[in-house]
Nanobody, 117 residues
Framework: QVQLVESGGGLVQPGGSLRLSCAAS????????MGWYRQAPGKQRELVAR???????NFGDSVKGRFTISRDNPKNTMTLQMNSLEPEDTAVYYC???????????WGQGTQVTVSS
């Protein structure tokens, strides 16, 4: 059974930081591109950041320079460090695992991030 379990969401003031983690089980982690997506109320789900098994990354335009993504392949975990948070970053953040050859894709249950004073 595949599980992607997110943690680390919460309420933070503008300008603050949060770290999200995703723990994967039931997959061969090194065969999956991992990513974070987010969905705000009334908006489509959008890419936040992705990372390949080798550590190559790409980011959504709105978070470049503020967010970083990393993964620990032996521990089957991925982390999103979010700095300089803005109210526009408020959304549910989802962990995503996509097989390198497109054979399968999985989503976590999501974690709420709220940026507000």
């Amino acid at each position: 059974q595949v599980q992607l379990v997110e943690s680390g969401g919460g309420l933070v003031q503008p300008g603050g930081s949060l770290r999200l983690s995703c723990a994967a089980s039931g997959i061969i982690f090194r065969f999956y591109n991992m990513g974070w997506y987010r969905q705000a109320p009334g908006k489509q789900r959008e890419l936040v950041a992705r990372i390949t098994p080798g550590g190559s990354t790409n980011f959504g335009d709105s978070v470049k320079g503020r967010f970083t993504i990393s993964r620990d392949n032996p521990k089957n975990t991925m982390t999103l460090q979010m700095n300089s948070l803005e109210p526009e970053d408020t959304a549910v953040y989802y962990c995503n695992a996509r097989h390198l050859y497109g054979r399968s894709e999985y989503w976590g249950q999501g974690t709420q991030v709220t940026v507000s004073s």
